[in-house]
């Protein structure tokens, strides 16, 4: 069984918009904290979003405030990653992840569990 289950991304112009979506699965989904980390080319990964399992507290890297929100669905077990005024910049393979009973700072260790990875290419 797959934890979590991503959809969403694609290619979009500058300035465009796009929804990323994931799922989570598995007995202990309600208990997740969730969040979405990026990897552009050549580059770490890092946490762009995130929010904790309360779905009280969350966090934005500072290169996506004011143009990305993440927020959460319980009932659904989901996390959607809104992005608009997407730039060059964001372009990058976008992940779902998960920690079980995580906190507000549970994206600075790694996630029990990783998405498959989604796509977005933004040109200029």
């Known amino acids: 069984q797959v934890p979590l289950s991503e959809s969403g991304g694609g290619l979009v112009q500058a300035g465009g918009s796009l929804r990323l979506s994931c799922v989570a699965s598995?007995?202990?989904?309600?208990?997740?904290?969730m969040g979405w980390f990026r990897q552009p080319p050549g580059k770490e990964r890092e946490c762009v979003a995130a929010i904790d399992w309360t779905g009280d507290i969350t966090y934005y890297e500072d290169s996506v405030k004011g143009r990305f929100t993440i927020s959460r669905d319980a009932a659904k077990n989901s996390v959607y990653l809104q992005m608009n005024s997407l730039k060059p910049e964001d372009t990058a393979v976008y992940y779902c992840a998960s920690k079980i009973w995580g906190s507000s700072t549970w994206f600075q260790r790694p996630p029990d569990y990783w998405g498959q990875g989604t796509q977005v290419t933004v040109s200029s």
């Open positions: 598995g007995r202990l989904a309600s208990k997740y904290a």
